[in-house]
């Protein structure tokens, strides 16, 4: 038996650790966060808000889990002492990313001076001055502003309508990092990009497949629904490379049963195809269905078009080649396929092991080729769930924080605030970081997440921050991007509230569309401000003849009464505060087959199998258990037998091949770079490699995916050598 096989997700262990956290940041503090109405800080699953703090829109309690917690042990800290800022920026540079965030709150606004090598304490008039200074210095369109998916609805719109009116569109988020192929790939298959489920949509599924993605670590409360399907009777089917133990069995803490019998079964089903060849798989699977039988032939001729091409492409690609690119057996690829047409209501699920590639688009439109083949797509407890991954990284796009808006919604922007806004198409992330790479960014505004850390290829993206002439960031707590890639500019850090600290209640919109309402109010930290009024106020002091009164419009009623006027779907949200009313948004492709094409149809795409590099092994990077994005709250993977941060996860015959046993120390080499890391064997396919993100970001490099600008942090030709 490996290693990894006798490991159980959640269990007894999970619930001590959780219970630890608590008493760390103190049960009363933490007791507080839990049960205030506020949406989860952690993943995009969503939970908490006004129907209380650990209750899902379902009404389930307790759905909390320990990503929750974690993310308050952040949070409940006292502010940074100011000793810290006697020592110079290499010097907390010299600090791991869990080091930096346990020194505390950031509480005092701070400013680097240029040639400096400290950071200085300083009041907020002076920095929101010296910022608006410099801002109003630099030529809008040598500038960017990105922000991840951790702010608010409010916040975000005022930051993009604050970007747009100083007169750049060079506005994005982190999502083109994560899932903007989820977005490309959905929009020319249904017309729109997000989930097609509700979360109650998965109490009625008799499969969900859950692809490219690890919800044991990533998105726990998701295990729940997945244990409850088998329950019933549903079948689960999981595809990935690597042969995740939480995604085996997992003892779902919320179930005596469960815990008591040490775990449930998870998936009834397991592939690991070859890192980046599930195309072919998805090709595979759809080949079988139809020769099977059980396609859905009456929802496919009035629902759909292009199914001739897309039964063409398929009959060009004989079955071995299917097999030979993904590495798994006909009769494997026929077994599923045939649980799938035994189905009458599947989900499929995906995470960033669909979108991290240079074909992760056309990844997504297979998995939506695969759902429409037997109609799906636009009916209950069946349809698309990508698994996003920060709290409301969804919201932050539906609000407008992107470089390009729809025309009507921009049209509707320029009316209500009569202001005629930058028209050209703004920059995506790495376009931005190459842009400043090359010398042509003079400032940049950067609200939360870790942009430094989170871009690819180390050495280019410390390179590119350094360039950057001045940097305002905004955030909780200090991170490596606050300490790295400074260079010689002037910068300034300002300290924000955390959700449940806002002055004014604040919307979260999770991957199921549901936007809700947090109260925030909770008081930590003295000297640290709400995002919106941060913007309101460099709003005022940059564009000071502006139509827009940036300080009267920091306020969140009238941000969200301007959203629900400008942003199509969001209407509910101008009372919100009110009516206390959290809300499905209503125009998103749901449990009817009317799509959002300009013909009305869902839309069948052909896509072609990628090549694979020969000569080289594929890498993925992955997040381990006790990570939340770049933000590490556990230095080992209790689920990968407590690797460490520099474990390389390598398959048996790979090893062997080489002359490397477990434990030796190996080096990684890619054309953007080389680690040095410890080989761990792993239950993975062939030629296939896995090492944490964002430490193997030296390996990724700055390609993107044409049609999503998303770097394929997820298929890395390598050569591994002792
Ligand atoms: S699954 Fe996600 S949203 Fe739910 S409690 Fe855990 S971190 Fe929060």
Known sequence: MSESSQIVGGGPKKVLYTLATINRIGVGKAAKALTARNTCKACAYGMGGQQGGMTNELGEFPSVCNKSVQAQSTDIQPPIPEIVFQHTIDDLSELSARELEQLGRLGTPLCKE??????????????????????????????????????????????????????????????????????????????????????????????IFVIGANPSSNHPRFIHMLKNCRERGGQVIVINPAKEPGLVKFAVPKSPMSMLKGGSEIASDYLQPRIGSDIALFKGLARAVIEQGTADRDFIDRHSAGFDAFCADL?????????????????????????????????????????????????????????????????RHAGLLPLRGHSNVQGIGTIGVKPVLARDVLKRMEEAFGITFPEERGLDTMACMQRAAAGGIDAAVIMGGNLCAATPDTRFS???????????????????????????GEVIILPVTARDEEWEPTTQESMFNFVRLSDGGIVRINNVRPESWILGQLGRRILPYSPIDFTAFSRHARLREAIAAVVPGMEDLADIEVAKKEFHIRNRVMHAPEFSTPDGKAHFVVTPVPQAKPGRLMLATVRSEGQFNSIIYEETDSYR????????????????????VDGQRVKLTSDAGEMMGYAKLYD?????????????????????????KTPAFKSVPVIVTA
Not at 169 to 194: D, F, M
Not at 644 to 660: C, H, K, P, S, V
Request: net charge neutral; with cysteine.
């Open 684 to 708: 993975l396919p062939r030629g296939s490699v896995l090492a944490y993100y964002p430490e193997a970001n030296v390996l990724v490099g700055t390609e993107v995916d044409p049609r999503s």
């Open 114 to 207: 240029p040639k400096s090598d400290r950071f200085v304490p300083i009041s907020w008039d002076e920095a929101l001055d010296r910022a608006a200074r410099r801002l109003a210095q630099v030529n809008p369109q040598r500038t960017f502003f990105y922000s991840s998916g951790r702010s608010s609805n409010e916040a975000g719109f005022l930051f993009q309508l604050l970007a747009r009116a100083y007169g750049t569109n060079n506005v994005n988020n982190c999502s083109y990092y994560c899932h903007q192929a989820t977005s490309e790939g959905l929009a020319t298959t249904i017309g729109k990009g997000t989930a097609t489920v509700e979360l109650e949509d998965l109490t009625g599924a008799d499969l």
């Open 315 to 379: 009959a060009r690609l004989g079955w071995d080649e299917i097999t030979a690119a993904c590495g798994i057996e006909r009769v494997e690829i026929e077994r599923v396929a045939a649980a799938y047409g035994r189905s009458r209501n599947a989900i499929f699920a995906w995470g960033m092991g669909m979108t991290h590639h240079v074909h992760g688009v056309a990844n997504v439109e297979a998995i939506a080729n695969l759902a429409l083949l037997r109609g799906m797509i636009g009916k």
């Open 641 to 660: 037998g407590k690797a460490g941060r520099d474990a390389i996860f390598l398959n048996a015959e790979d090893m062997a091949e080489r002359g490397i």
């Open 462 to 488: 410390t390179q590119a921050m350094e360039r950057i002439g001045f940097k305002l960031y905004l955030t909780t707590t200090l991170n490596l991007g606050h300490v790295n890639g400074l260079g010689e």
